[in-house]
Structure formats: structure tokens, C-alpha cells
């Protein structure tokens, strides 16, 4: 932690906002939680009879609900395993009998590896693409360009990676590996060929509705008022495009990215099993497929966080690229707020409050 | 021509500049005018003369799918419509400036003001210094009366008032100390007291660099004290032009007469005239003058021959055949006394204590009462929460503690707790007629609605009711199968009108209906409601214009920061208002007529 600068001996303005969030962001994930444990664990189904199958001797299913702690109450139950799992203890994977937080973790990294070369990838282009076609409303370009990126929206993911193996990985022009099995032995900086492809592939499928994103918004707002003012004012037009326009067309596109993480953070899984990219997707197809309970829990608790997180992420991006948002402070308490003030479930707010702009 | 002018001196020379649409539609031709040094020239017209159209062109813009095809415009020497590229950037803003209508939109919101200052200097002197450039906007700063220490220069543009907005915009155009300079209704947006404040610095500024200045704007009564020459513009062609004093005591065009005699003036009241039919489209224009159509004056001959802009007195020229040669009498008398409302008799809408809160409280134990058949002004700037309170009384207010007694008996606060009996008792009308109206029913299924709804008639009963209303508020009855967009303002404003008496109210409450209006089609809506007024119905009129008031209201309410300053009849508030608060909005409301109040 470093010092605040002197200027500015107050904390931002957004600061309360912002730990406002992470507290229903931290409400979100105990939720999650919550609902994770009652689907896989309490619900009235017995998980050790699931594991186990519909032929297995009542010993058996009895030895593996004390190993599991199942004869315990339910309550009991659930305050171990979020204890547990507030420890980073996630359990033994019954599969492999590893502890499931070691086998995740490797595989989480991964995924945000790959989930990082898309995001390097699809947002300068989306952002490039979106301003030139804007500026180009209408005309040729911007008609076949869009034309293009529908096509590939239109096109289902897994034609477009299979494309790209038939295309970069056939006899004969093996520029890149059809697979990317990962060698465990290695980092995975030195592996980064393997990325490539399912990077590729991804960024494919996220492109095109990004793009189309940043185009919308930059038409908008170069249309807007300001942007004629400052044309009227004899800026210069590069200086409009990315000093007058950009910054305002950016909120819209920063939520875009946001929803294209979400469905890959969880969604990566065609792209994975294509390449066979040891991935969280495979990871989470396989538990379910040899019933691995703690494994199970532990990929989805992981995924929903991930998606809070990124929520989270997103609405601060937001809210520090717009300066109303940004320096809003929460407005002085009312005179009299005995009653007649809001109830607490419509105070929520997604961003600062503002300054009612009332007549 | 211009022998009465300093020829020397000349900053703008239009000639002949013509301004056509896809398909040589015409919006604006035959434009010549000229401007000198620290002139400050009006541009008078309503919406859809072309107006602003010229204004843009000056400083060789048009708004997308129109098209200078021809004239010629010559500030101090350089033929603009012949720029190209980086000259042309670099002559606008730097030769000619531009004031844009709402500054808060106008204004980038994610730039700081001393960013947009810093920038704008530079796109022009690319080779100033640090401190060249920080001693020029500290000087312009000071100049449009702003502060120009480093914290202001910090802000964002959301952080700023409005009159500060525009006094930015002011200072955006001056730092470059241009040779003329364009402001497209700089003060629509802004409040009576500020506008007088804004148009003081802009008076000084242009006069003390010698800067020539067009004002463009639809109310002549603002520009009255501020401008040397007034040009009226109607259907894309200048009618008259002429010097302050000439215009406003012997205009010569009727229409320039029509727009003068519909604008309501704080300082007497008397019947708006508004003016009938309305300006030809672009494109429709009819042969001959284009304003016979609406002129009272009009002869046969009007109809073939049309009118040149040509000398009538000196320099003020007019384009009419007939033009009026008599000065216009505008009278100071107060012409009616409204009728005083009999005191606890027939209070038809009792407020007490009133509180509304939002994220903070915007009304503090705001008490009124009105009575039957009589209209109530709510008169305050904006934030002084008389939306608020007309919302909270037409029960859509939330967060509203206090009583409300309507008839004699206590008032819900939620419309949807309120007795279905009452319900259509009380109606509002909304300010923007262009958003109010759903774009995806006709005219007959938006005022079917509550016909089905409140009394449950539905077919030809309904379509009767609705022919009725339509004829009571001055529309056509072919309206009815219209969609709003094929509607003009002013008649949507009375569809939304319609809508409220197809419920037969009571009470009317009117927010700001008329401000997004032009004039002549105010004092139109405004006779409207006066008629409706006559035959018993209540209004509460929102309004931040003592113009308006003084037209319609008989009784007044000052609204300040969410308090009552002051409350009484028109004539005593507006004639001898008591509050400091009240004296200063009366003080600075524009009017037509001279001195007679402070």
C-alpha cells in the first residue's frame, strides 16, 4: 500500500460505492454457496448412492457416508464444508484422490490463460475494427465488414475450431498442433503454441459481437453534441475519434466484454474438448461423468465466483471511465428520514448515487 | 445598402446562400446580410425556418442530408464555404466561433473543462507555451466571469452549473478570440436569472474584443436588450430586417407583428394571439409570399407575386408587399383583474406540510390550497421542486409525507390507492409532447384507453367522445387515425391535452407544457386552456416563465429550494412582489415593454 497522494487527502469518491459492492458481491457468494451444497449434498437424494450406483451393498454406500461425513446433520455438514472451503480445502477428488483444490487450481490457471489470450486478442480488434467501421457508417466497408462478422456469429463455435485445425494442423502444413495436450512437467509460458489455436477459435466466436458492440456506441456518440461542438471548435478529427468519442462509446463495450467472459469462464468446454485442452470445462465434464462430488462442488463454487468477480470487475471499469459515476459522493441524509425514505431493497443501487437533476 | 454601416469594419458578407435537402429540396435561400465588429445581431424565427441551418452554414456545417449548394460567405475576407480541409478546421474556432443550445450536452462528460480549454487553444497555436496558453485561459476565464483557479479547471462538466456550462462554452469559443461568433439559443436551457446573467457577459465580451455575434433564437422578447439589429426568418427566407428600436416599435412584416403579439409578457397580460396554420414545410412551399397563407393582411396579389427583401426605412428592410407602416401599441395596463378567489368556499385541492423526498428532500412543508375553477401557477427555477410537488399531487410522487384534501376529503398519495371515482378527477399533462405520446398507437387508441378504462365505453360511443374531445382542443377529427410523428408539437401537446379531458377532470395539473414549444404555438395552448379554464376546470400550471403566468395564472406560488417564498394573485406577485427571491425573477424576465418595474 502506498501513500495517497497529498492532493487529494479524501479517499474517492467511489471508494464507498465500491466496498458497498464487494459487500453484496461477498453476500452473492455465500448465496452461491449456499445453493451449491443443498444441489449437490442436501438435497434428498443420497450423493453416496449416486456415487456409488444403483448395484452397490448398503456397506459400501453406509462406509462411504461417514467417509463423506454424510451421517451428520445437515447443518453440521454444511458449516465443515464452508469451513473447509474458506481454508481452500475442497475436499479429496474421489477419482483421483487428490485433494481437489491442487487438481483445480492447475486447471483454473489454464483457463485463464486461455481466457487472457482471448481477452489480448478480441478487444484491440474489436476496438479497431469498431472505430473504422464507424467512421466508415454505410459505406462498403462497413456493409461487407458486417456482413463478415455475422458470418462468423452465425457460424457454431466448434465448425469454426474444427476449420482451424483442417486448416493450420493437416499433413502437410503442420504449422501448429491440432491438439494442445499440455505437458505437466513444463511451465506453461513455454507451452504457448498450444494456445494459440483454441485462442483463435474463441476469439472468433466473441468478435463478432463485440465489434458490432463498439461500432453501435461510437455511432451514437458521434452523432452526439459534442462531438459536432468539437468539430465546430476546428479539433482535429484524430483527436475527436479517440480523445472526443472512444472514451464515451467504452461503457457499453466494457460490459460486452464482461458477458463474453462469463460464457467462456464456464463455456470454454467445446473449445477444450476440440483441442483437448486440459481446461476447467473438461475438468467439470469428466467429474460429472465419474460422479466426483467434491470435485464437482468445487468447479461450480469456482465458476460462480469467477462470474461474481467479473461482475464485480466490469461495474468498476465502469464506473471509473465515467466521471459522473466516478466522482458522484453519496448525497447528505434527509432532514427527516423517520419514514418515507426508501425501503432498503430499493436503495440498491448499481452505481454511485447521483445528484437528483430534479425540477 | 449598408451606407449606414461602417463598410470598413464588416466581419460577415452573406450573399445569396442556399441550403437544399437530398432531391434540391430547399431549406434556406436568397440569405444576404452582413455583420461588423462588435455588432450583435438577433436571428428571430420559429422552429423549422431554417435558422439554425444558417447559423451551422456560417461556419460551413450542415446537419447530416443537407447540403450548401450556393451563395458565398466572407468572414473578415475569407470566402468560407471555399475551405477545405485543415484551413477549414482551422477557421472554425478560429475565425468563427460556436455556441451550441445546451450546454450539457454540448459539453463532453468525460473531459475536464481545463482539458477542453488546453485542447481547443492548441488544435489552433500548436506552438504556444506552457504559460502562453495558461495565461489565455486564465484571461478568458476571468473574462466570461468564471474562476480560474486550478480546482475549477479540475472539474468535470456534470460537476458545473448550468449558466457555468454555458459561460464554458462561452469561454471555448472566446479563448480563440474569433472575429465573429454564432450561439444557436445559448440560454433555452438555462433559468431567467442566470439567461440575464449569461447574456450580460456575452454583451460585454462581444463589445469589448469587437467581436461580431448572431444570436439565434425564437424569442424575441430575450434578445430585446441585447441586440443592435434583429433578422426575422420565416420558411428558409429573411422577411425583415431591421435596427432594435424600428423592430420592436414599428415592425413592418406581419409575421415579425405575430411572433411580437403571441410572445405572454410579464408585464401586462393580454390576449396571446397565436399565429394560425403553420410555416410550410421544406419543399411546400407556396408560390408567392410564403406567409399569406397565415397573414391577415393578405391580398390577391400575395398569393402570385413574392416579396424581395427591400428597403422600407433606412436600413430596416422588409419582404412584403403590404407592409404595416404604424408603430405596434403595446400597453401597459394590467387589462383584467382575475377574479379573487372566494376564501374557504370552494377549495377544491388542499396541500399541508407537504414533504417529498428523493436521495435528499426536495419539499419542505409546502402548503396551498386551490379553488374551484381557478388557475394556480407553480413558479420556481429548476430544482426548486415544483415538478415534485405537481408529481406528488397528481399521485405519482413517492417518498410523500403531509396531508392532501381534495374536495373536501382526504387524498391518497399513490394514485393507486386512490378512489377510481377520484382518479379521473385529477389528470396531468406532461412537458415533453414529443416522449408523452406512444409512437406506436394512433391518436384514437391513445385517447380510447381511458375512455374503456374509467368508464367502460368502447366502439362508436368511444369514437364519438374522442371526435369531441378532439374538436374541443382545436384538432382536426382526421387526426384521430394519425401516429404522433405525423404530428407537429404544438399538436401533440394537444392530443396530450385531449388525453386528460377525455377523463373529464377537475383538476389539470400542467407541467411546463408550453416550454418546449415555440412561442406562437404556446400562445396558442395557452388560449386553449384558458377557454378550458372558462368552462370550470381547475389548472395548476407548472412554469419557470412569469410570462406565462402573467398570461394565464390568477393566482401565483414561488417555489425556492423546495420552499414556499411567497404566494398571492398575479397581480400582487408580479406587481409588488414582498420577497427578495420573487423580485429578482421579476427583475430579470425578459419583456417587451420598457422600464415601469425594477
Redesign the interface.
Known amino acids: 500500500m502506498h501513500e495517497p497522494p497529498l492532493r487529494s487527502p479524501r479517499a474517492p469518491a467511489w471508494l464507498a460505492w465500491f466496498i458497498g459492492r464487494l459487500g453484496y458481491g461477498l453476500l452473492t457468494a455465500w448465496v452461491i454457496s449456499l445453493v451449491v451444497f443443498i444441489a449437490t449434498q442436501a438435497l434428498p437424494s443420497d450423493p453416496a448412492r449416486v456415487i456409488l450406483g444403483p448395484d452397490a451393498p448398503i456397506e459400501s454406500i453406509l462406509t462411504l457416508q461417514r467417509q463423506l461425513g454424510l451421517d451428520q446433520p445437515i447443518l453440521v455438514q454444511y458449516l465443515r464444508w464452508l469451513g473447509a472451503a474458506l481454508r481452500g480445502d475442497l475436499g479429496i477428488s474421489l477419482d483421483s484422490q487428490v485433494p481437489v483444490a491442487d487438481l483445480l487450481f492447475g486447471r483454473l490457471g489454464h483457463t485463464l490463460a486461455l481466457l487472457a489470450g482471448v481477452l489480448a486478442l478480441v478487444v484491440p480488434l474489436a476496438l479497431v475494427l469498431g472505430v473504422n467501421l464507424a467512421l466508415r457508417r454505410d459505406r462498403p466497408l462497413d456493409r461487407w465488414g458486417l456482413s463478415t462478422l455475422i458470418l462468423f456469429k452465425a457460424t457454431p463455435s466448434f465448425l469454426l475450431a474444427i476449420g482451424l485445425v483442417l486448416l493450420f494442423s493437416m499433413p502437410g502444413m503442420g504449422w501448429l498442433p491440432a491438439v494442445s495436450i499440455l505437458d505437466p512437467q513444463q511451465p506453461l509460458w513455454r507451452q504457448l503454441h498450444y494456445l494459440v489455436l483454441p485462442v483463435i477459435a474463441l476469439g472468433l466466436s466473441a468478435l463478432p459481437y463485440l465489434t458490432r458492440m463498439v461500432r453501435a456506441s461510437m455511432i451514437e456518440a458521434l452523432e452526439s453534441d459534442y462531438v459536432i461542438a468539437a468539430r465546430l471548435r476546428g479539433i482535429p478529427e484524430r483527436r475527436i475519434v479517440w480523445r472526443h468519442t472512444l472514451p464515451n462509446a467504452l461503457t457499453p463495450a466494457i460490459q460486452g466484454v464482461a458477458l463474453t467472459l462469463r460464457t467462456l469462464v464456464g463455456g470454454a468446454l467445446l473449445a477444450e474438448v476440440i483441442f483437448s485442452y486440459p481446461g476447467i470445462g473438461t475438468a467439470l465434464n469428466a467429474a460429472i461423468q465419474v460422479r466426483d462430488l467434491p470435485m464437482i462442488q468445487g468447479i461450480v463454487l469456482v465458476i460462480t465466483l469467477a462470474v461474481v468477480l467479473i461482475n464485480l470487475l466490469a461495474d468498476l471499469f465502469t464506473v471509473l471511465l465515467t466521471p459522473k459515476l466516478r466522482t458522484a459522493r453519496r448525497v447528505k441524509m434527509i432532514r427527516r428520514n423517520r419514514r418515507g425514505l426508501r425501503p432498503w431493497w430499493r436503495r440498491v443501487r448499481s452505481a454511485p448515487a447521483q445528484e437528483a437533476t430534479h425540477d | 445598402m449598408t451606407a449606414a454601416l461602417r463598410v470598413d469594419t464588416e466581419v460577415l458578407r452573406v450573399s445569396d446562400l442556399r441550403v437544399e435537402l437530398a432531391g434540391q429540396v430547399e431549406v434556406l435561400a436568397e440569405v444576404s446580410f452582413g455583420l461588423t465588429a462588435g455588432e450583435i445581431v438577433g436571428l428571430v424565427g420559429e422552429s423549422g425556418s431554417g435558422k439554425t441551418t444558417l447559423a ?1 452554414a456560417l ?1 460551413r ?1 450542415a446537419r447530416q442530408g443537407a447540403r450548401i449548394v450556393g451563395g458565398r460567405i466572407e468572414v473578415a475576407g475569407q470566402a468560407v464555404l471555399e475551405l477545405e480541409g485543415e484551413a477549414l ?6 475565425l468563427v ?2 455556441v ?1 443550445q ?1 450546454p450539457a ?8 473543462v481545463g482539458a477542453l480549454l488546453h ?2 487553444l492548441l ?2 497555436q500548436p506552438g504556444a507555451t506552457r504559460d502562453e496558453l495558461r495565461q489565455r485561459i486564465v484571461e478568458t476565464l476571468l473574462d466570461v466571469g468564471l474562476p480560474d483557479d486550478k480546482a475549477f479547471l479540475r472539474r ?1 462538466p ?2 458545473l452549473s448550468g449558466g457555468q456550462q454555458q459561460r464554458v ?1 462561452l469561454a ?2 472566446f479563448v ?1 478570440r474569433p472575429r465573429l461568433i454564432v450561439l444557436d439559443e445559448p440560454t433555452t436551457a438555462l433559468d431567467v436569472t442566470t439567461q440575464a446573467h449569461v447574456l450580460e457577459t456575452l454583451k460585454r465580451l462581444c463589445r469589448g474584443h469587437g467581436v461580431a455575434a448572431l444570436y439565434v433564437t425564437h424569442d424575441l422578447a430575450v434578445v430585446r436588450d441585447l441586440v443592435d439589429r434583429v433578422l426575422v426568418m420565416y420558411a428558409g427566407r429573411l422577411v425583415e430586417m431591421a435596427g432594435r428600436e424600428a423592430l420592436f416599435v414599428r415592425p413592418a412584416h406581419p409575421y415579425t407583428r405575430a411572433l411580437l403579439a403571441a410572445i405572454p409578457d410579464i408585464a401586462r397580460r393580454q390576449p396571446l394571439q397565436a399565429i394560425a396554420g403553420h410555416a410550410p414545410a421544406p419543399g411546400q412551399r407556396p408560390v408567392g409570399c410564403a406567409f399569406a397563407p397565415r397573414c391577415p393582411r393578405r391580398r390577391s396579389e400575395c398569393l402570385v407575386v413574392e416579396p424581395a427583401l427591400l428597403a422600407h426605412d433606412g436600413i430596416h428592410q422588409v419582404a412584403c408587399l403590404v407592409p404595416h407602416q404604424e408603430p405596434v401599441t403595446l400597453t401597459d395596463t394590467v387589462s383584467e383583474a382575475a377574479a379573487p378567489v372566494p376564501e374557504g368556499e370552494a377549495v377544491l385541492l388542499e396541500v399541508r406540510d407537504l ?1 417529498v ?6 419539499l ?1 412543508d409546502v402548503s396551498l390550497q386551490v379553488g374551484q375553477g381557478e388557475c394556480l401557477a407553480l413558479v ?1 427555477e ?7 410537488l405537481a408529481r406528488a399531487i397528481a399521485g405519482l410522487g ?4 403531509g396531508h392532501l384534501r381534495y374536495a373536501g376529503e382526504p387524498l391518497a398519495f399513490s394514485a393507486r390507492r386512490r378512489d377510481a371515482r377520484l382518479r379521473h378527477q385529477i389528470q396531468y399533462v406532461f412537458q415533453n409532447p414529443y416522449r408523452a405520446l406512444n409512437p406506436r398507437q394512433t391518436v384514437l387508441q391513445t385517447l380510447s384507453a381511458p375512455l374503456a378504462h374509467f368508464f367502460g365505453v368502447r366502439g362508436n360511443e368511444a369514437r364519438r367522445r374522442v371526435e369531441a374531445v378532439l374538436e374541443r382542443v382545436s384538432l382536426s377529427t382526421r387526426v384521430a387515425h394519425l401516429y404522433p410523428h405525423s404530428l407537429s408539437g404544438g399538436e401533440r401537446q394537444r392530443v396530450a391535452i385531449a388525453r386528460a379531458l377525455i377523463c373529464e377532470p377537475r383538476l389539470l395539473v400542467c407541467d ?1 407544457i408550453t416550454s418546449a414549444l415555440d412561442v406562437s404555438v404556446q400562445a396558442s395552448i395557452l388560449a386553449l386552456l384558458r377557454r378550458l379554464q372558462g368552462q370550470g376546470l381547475t389548472l395548476l400550471f ?1 412554469t419557470h416563465d412569469l410570462g406565462v403566468v402573467r398570461a394565464i395564472a390568477d393566482r401565483v406560488l414561488v417555489l425556492r429550494q423546495g420552499r414556499v417564498v411567497e404566494q398571492g394573485t398575479t397581480e400582487q406577485v408580479l406587481g409588488q412582489p414582498a420577497d427578495p427571491y420573487t423580485r429578482t425573477l421579476v427583475a430579470h424576465s425578459p419583456s417587451l415593454i420598457d422600464a415601469g418595474q425594477t
Not at chain 2, 450536452?105 to 475536464?112: G, V, W
Not at chain 2, 429548476?382 to 415534485?388: E, I, L, V, Y
Open positions: 451551422t461556419l456545417h478546421r482551422l477557421a472554425r474556432g478560429g466561433g460556436y451550441a445546451d450536452t454540448a459539453l463532453n462528460p468525460a473531459l475536464r485542447e481547443t488544435a489552433h468535470f456534470h460537476q462554452m471555448l469559443a480563440l414533504d423526498a428523493y436521495d435528499r428532500q426536495v419542505f420556481g429548476s430544482g426548486s421542486g415544483k415538478t415534485s413517492e417518498n410523500v409525507q411546463e407548472v
